[in-house]
């Protein structure tokens, strides 16, 4: 399951809305080995696509130094669809490279970048098999 706090929800929601007919992309980033999402970084989709993302090769390699530096990793790497279902799709599971990270797509495409309904869903990914896990927003991590 992932846990999330509403105020990274609402961050990774605002992002695909206004990156909207793109989809958006970026990644929260955790303390190392505590499964716990905490710094949100958004990421430019460097194909500006409707249909695909991709993170720009320079900047996921700054992401990585920085987090390690830190002593993070990525907790959840996430992307929006504009006009399909927040599901992964083939390209999308040969990509997801983090074993331990819980990917969550949103689909868009009922609202566009307006208000509106969105689909948040978080998969994991491993060996090319994909698992829904569900999601539970909370106001903030207990102690």
């Known amino acids: 399951m992932l846990t999330i ?3 990274l929800y609402d961050e990774i929601v605002a ?5 909207h007919p793109d989809e958006a992309c970026g990644v929260v980033a955790g303390p190392a080995g ?3 999402p905490e710094r949100f970084i958004p990421m430019l989709n460097a194909a500006r696509s409707p249909t695909f993302y991709e993170f720009d090769s320079t900047d996921l390699l700054k992401l990585y130094r920085e987090m390690d530096d830190r002593d993070e990793e990525p907790v959840i790497v996430y992307h929006s669809h ?5 599901y992964p799709s083939r390209t999308d599971i040969s990509y997801a490279n983090e074993p331990d990270a819980h990917y969550v797509l949103v689909s868009t495409a ?3 970048n307006g208000e509106g309904p969105v689909s948040f869903r978080s998969f994991r990914i491993v060996d090319g098999e994909v698992t829904e ?3 539970r927003v909370v ?3 207990a102690a």
Request: negative net charge; hydrophobic residues 25%.
């Open 5 to 7: 706090t509403q105020a």
């Open 15 to 19: 992002h695909a809305r206004a990156d």
């Open 34 to 36: 505590t499964g716990r």
């Open 82 to 86: 504009t006009a399909t279902e927040a």
């Open 110 to 112: 009922e609202c566009g």
């Open 133 to 135: 896990e569900e999601v």
């Open 139 to 141: 106001t903030s991590y």
